[in-house]
């Protein structure tokens, strides 16, 4: 089973989904996780490219997003477009473990077929964990 993780060392799940700059996937089919490649990402949190891009109707909703962002709250407006780069980027791997992620896009990565869980710690305990909910 492939699993991608978001992670600032390499060791422990502790990156919120928002501001992954990269995504360990790892490779369960015994007891311990295999590292077994890396998908950088432009996070789903940056804003500085987003807002050269926007239309002036949008610019309201996207200010509140990010003020929702920066306070890590857990629910906040969605980008699909954005989700869906992230998601294809990640190719087969169906399940994603994060520190902390929002509702919206939590849900719309879940219809996506990409399964999250949301939990902190060492990545070696966490993901035979996850394995045993799947």
Same mark, same amino acid.
């Given at each position: 089973?492939?699993?991608? $993780?978001?992670?600032? /060392?390499?060791?422990? $799940?502790?990156?919120? %989904?928002?501001?992954?700059?990269? %995504?360990?996937?790892?490779?369960?089919?015994?007891?311990?996780?295999?590292?077994v490649g890396e998908v950088a990402a /432009?996070?789903?949190?940056?804003? =500085? =490219?987003?807002?050269? /891009?926007?239309?002036?109707?949008?610019?309201?909703?996207?200010?509140?997003?990010?003020?929702?962002?920066a306070d890590d709250r857990p629910a906040?407006?969605?980008?699909?477009?954005?989700?869906? =780069?992230?998601?294809?980027?990640?190719?087969?791997? *169906?399940?994603?473990?994060?520190?902390?992620?929002?509702?919206?896009?939590?849900?719309?990565?879940? *219809?996506?077929?990409?399964?999250?869980?949301?939990?902190?710690?060492?990545?070696?305990?966490?993901?035979?964990?996850?394995?045993?909910?799947?």
């Amino acid at each position: 089973m492939l699993m991608a $993780v978001t992670t600032s /060392d390499g060791i422990h $799940v502790d990156t919120h %989904f928002g501001r992954a700059e990269r %995504f360990l996937l790892f490779e369960l089919s015994g007891e311990a996780p295999r590292l077994v490649g890396e998908v950088a990402a /432009d996070p789903y949190c940056n804003w =500085s =490219s987003t807002l050269q /891009d926007l239309a002036p109707e949008q610019f309201a909703e996207t200010v509140k997003a990010m003020q929702e962002c920066a306070d890590d709250r857990p629910a906040h407006s969605m980008m699909p477009e954005k989700l869906a =780069s992230i998601a294809k980027a990640l190719g087969g791997c *169906r399940v994603i473990v994060t520190a902390m992620i929002g509702e919206s896009p939590e849900a719309e990565l879940e *219809r996506l077929g990409i399964a999250v869980y949301s939990a902190s710690g060492p990545i070696s305990t966490l993901l035979p964990e996850v394995a045993k909910i799947l």
